[in-house]
């Protein structure tokens, strides 16, 4: 059964109700997608397997055309050859299916100056003639940002930031982390791509965002009247967000030596996921609601510093077992500082200052070479008030807690107790389990994809907005320059080894807060 009411789809499917935006499906207008940096890592990764694989599913824009730039000199054929290879590794390749998309694939060689981003713009209007793209562009910038001001500036100065003028459709722009390094250069860097993009223009992609799981913590929360009421500091003792991770930095020494696991994960996923969980229920779903909501909890985040530091602890990983697997310690991974001091894992005590969370701990833990790859978030709740079993049963009874699972299970668990069958009275901990994968057919759908399709849809919702970048800084930026300038920094660092949960008086909190999560 199929009827449509306001904007939203209603089926009948096996017993289940469903509802979907219908406004979803198959209106995104004609665009061309511009990649600056396509000769990079990124590019042949993430963004052409993704735009391959929508192009398979038969969800891109008609027409479309992606034209990738870079300095490396190459023509077309070259380019779809170089892409096809990754292509090939990344996504369930089929060669006719690639021989069309490729038809679609062009390359233009620029140096980023004023020149050719006049002859860039020349091409792309000659492009727009010939596919009939109608002007509208999609700059996505897989380059390091220290060349997004440039790239913005030459943008600007080739009229092709410009939108609805002569010709040209809408013009947006597309960034990835990190936005700065703290909220100084944060805010030079956007001031220096507002000179020529609006905010609305700006499209700063966090991964994490385009996750169903993670888009579904909101409809966990608010399409469902049950979590709500409970969803505060009256019944939440605290609340658990992880992003473990058991691979090491591979190749990126050069970035992370200078990011380290602060900037890597916390400014942006790790305070994203934070922010879902506690944010106010918005009056509407819609981009700006959604947006005002998480900065308001990014600004009552409690500002806090290294004294005392049980609020933050940080690690190094050194060597260890991953996986069965001898790996080596960060120290001495290729490109790093035999010295580094560069945190690669962060415990971090947060409490966010309003009605609904005063004094409840938001506990957030990230790092690299952990024992293995969990994402989750744990709402874990109070002890019943009273415990009218305690003549029978021990004194205390095990609280309640909700598992949403982002990694490597898809999917919520609820914890509760329940009697167990038989003649003596015993209570034991059980579970009510949902897993995406036991109730939906097919892959999941890529997270890059999803942005890339919001952009070109001009659908902000998973996007950063930089009020909430500045908010992030706000907070983190104290604490990074304690961590970095310090005296006896050294000594803030705890050693791990590979494989273990972190170092030691963290790694009991990992544990605790991974729960079940930790035999996955
Ligand atoms: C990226 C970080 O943003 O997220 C990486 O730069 C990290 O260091 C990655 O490995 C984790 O993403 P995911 O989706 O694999 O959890």
Redesign the pocket.
């Known amino acids: 059964m199929t009827e449509n009411q306001n904007s939203s789809r209603f089926e009948k499917d096996a017993g289940n109700y469903r509802f979907c935006d219908a406004r979803a499906v198959g209106q995104l207008e004609p665009c061309t997608i511009v990649i600056f940096g396509a000769s990079g890592d990124l590019t042949s990764r993430k963004l052409l397997p993704a735009l391959f694989r929508m192009y398979c599913a038969g969800g891109l824009p008609h027409p479309v055309t992606v034209v990738g730039c870079a300095r490396s000199r190459m023509d077309n054929d070259k380019f779809r050859r170089y892409l096809k290879e990754s292509a090939k590794q990344e996504t369930d390749f089929d060669d006719h299916l690639w021989q069309e998309f490729a038809a679609h694939l062009h390359y233009f060689a620029l140096n980023y100056d004023e020149t050719s981003f006049r002859q860039l713009a020349d091409h792309l209007r000659e492009l727009d003639i010939v596919t009939g793209t109608g002007g509208n562009r999609l700059f996505h910038l897989a380059v390091p940002p220290s060349l997004y001001g440039t790239i913005g500036g030459l943008l600007g100065g080739a009229g092709l930031n410009r939108e609805n003028i002569e010709g040209s459709g809408w013009a947006r722009i597309v960034v990835e ?1 990190p936005f700065g390094r703290d909220l100084v250069s944060a805010v030079q860097l956007d001031e220096s791509l507002r000179r020529h993009f609006h905010e609305k223009q700006i499209f700063r992609i966090d ?2 965002l385009a ?1 169903d799981t993670v888009q579904n913590v909101l409809m966990l929360r608010f399409a469902n009247a049950v979590f709500e009421p409970l969803w505060n500091r009256n019944f939440i003792d605290h609340v658990g967000i992880i ?1 473990a ?1 058991s ?1 090491g ?1 591979g190749k ?1 020494a050069g970035y ?1 030596e200078e990011s380290g696991v602060i900037r ?2 916390f400014q ?2 790790m305070l994203q996921l934070l922010a879902l969980t506690a944010m106010e229920p918005p009056s509407q779903f819609e981009a700006e609601r959604v947006r005002d909501e998480k900065v308001k909890v990014l600004r009552s985040i409690r500002p806090f510093s290294l004294k005392p530091d049980d609020n933050l602890v940080l690690g190094q990983y050194g060597e260890g077992i991953v996986d069965g697997n001898a790996v080596t310690g960060y120290r001495r991974e290729e490109g790093v500082d035999p010295q580094s001091l560069t945190p690669t894992f962060a415990l971090m005590r947060l409490f966010v200052d309003n009605w609904r969370w005063k004094g409840v701990p938001f506990y957030l833990v990230s790092g ?1 070479r952990l024992k293995s ?1 969990v ?1 989750s978030i744990v709402i874990q709740f109070r002890e019943v008030p009273h415990t009218l079993f305690q003549n029978i049963l021990a004194a205390r009874i095990i609280a309640n807690r909700l598992e949403l699972w982002i ?1 490597p299970e898809e999917g919520i668990r609820l914890s509760f107790q329940a009697k167990d069958p038989g003649p003596r009275l015993c209570l034991q901990t059980r579970t009510m389990d949902f897993n995406y994968r036991d109730n939906f057919a097919g892959p999941g759908f890529d ?1 890059y994809a999803k942005m890339l399709l919001d952009a070109m849809a001009g659908n902000q919702m998973l996007f950063w907005r930089q009020d909430a970048v500045e908010a992030s800084w706000e907070l983190l930026t104290p604490i990074l320059h304690d961590c970095e300038v310090c005296r006896g920094r050294a000594t803030l660092l705890h050693p791990y080894p590979a494989g273990s949960w972190g170092p030691e008086g963290a790694s009991a909190w990992v544990e605790r807060i991974i729960g079940s999560g930790a035999e996955k």
Do not use: C, F, G, V
């Open positions: 982390k991964h994490y996750k992003a991770e691979l930095i990126r992370y890597d994960m942006n996923h690299k790859k994402t990694y997270p």
